[in-house]
């Protein structure tokens, strides 16, 4: 069993910058791969960034590519989103989630096969 606490969104201004942060209870929080997804209102949950579970690999969203970057502190039992050159449009409820079972250096951008979710932190990006 793995909870997730999701910290660091707030309101910012466009072409602001902000660190979301996840920590991870249990002990064995280096064997899941991890993601970061959003839900704007009105919209389905998104996928965002994911990271494999040693780190090695990362993707990302289109939207989200050369302005995020997702990173994880093993020791630590976090994960990070840095959010740079932010948009409107990032407007959203920030979750990060973990997924059990996953392979070596694999990423998983499907939010349907993560095993446990964060509350989420909600992020407001003004014009």
């Known amino acids: 069993q793995v909870q997730l606490v999701e910290t660091g969104g707030k309101l910012v201004q466009a072409g602001g910058s902000l660190r979301l942060s996840c920590a991870a209870s249990?002990?064995?929080?280096?064997?899941?791969?991890m993601g970061w997804f959003r839900q704007a209102p009105g919209k389905e949950r998104e996928f965002a960034a994911a990271i494999s579970k040693n780190g090695e690999s990362t993707m990302y969203a289109d939207s989200v590519k050369g302005r995020f970057t997702i990173s994880r502190d093993d020791a630590k039992n976090l994960v990070y989103l840095q959010m740079n050159s932010l948009e409107p449009d990032d407007t959203a409820v920030y979750f990060c989630?973990?997924?059990?079972?996953?392979?070596?250096?694999?990423?998983?951008?499907?939010?349907?096969?993560?095993?446990?979710w964060g509350q989420g932190t909600q992020v407001t990006v003004s014009s």
């Open positions: 989630a973990a997924k059990s079972n996953v392979f070596s250096g694999r990423l998983y951008p499907d939010p349907r096969t993560y095993d446990y």
């Open positions: 249990g002990r064995t929080f280096s064997s899941y791969a």
